[in-house]
């Protein structure tokens, strides 16, 4: 379900080179992480607030409940 909800940001990332991970944790913890590929496009990816609302209302949307979201970006960034 997390996979689904997920999937529209994902597929906008990959358009620049990048791929999204995203896991549950005990706690209602949601693990995202963003991985830069070889020709990911730096100024493309959007600012971690940014990121973060989407995210969050991606997951909203979807009816996923949820305490925290931890999102990793890729170190450079």
């Given at each position: 379900m997390?996979?689904?909800a997920?999937?529209?940001i994902k597929e906008s990332l990959s358009y620049d080179g990048f791929d999204l991970l995203a896991a549950e944790?005990?706690?209602g913890?949601?693990?995202v992480m963003i991985v830069?590929?070889?020709a990911a496009c730096v100024d493309c990816l959007a600012p971690k607030?940014?990121?973060e609302e989407m995210i969050a209302a991606a997951?909203?949307?979807n009816g996923i409940k949820y305490s925290e979201i931890r999102?990793?970006?890729p170190v450079h960034f």
């Open positions: 997390l996979d689904k997920l999937s529209s944790r005990d706690g913890l949601i693990d830069a590929g070889p607030p940014v990121l997951l909203h949307d999102l990793t970006l």
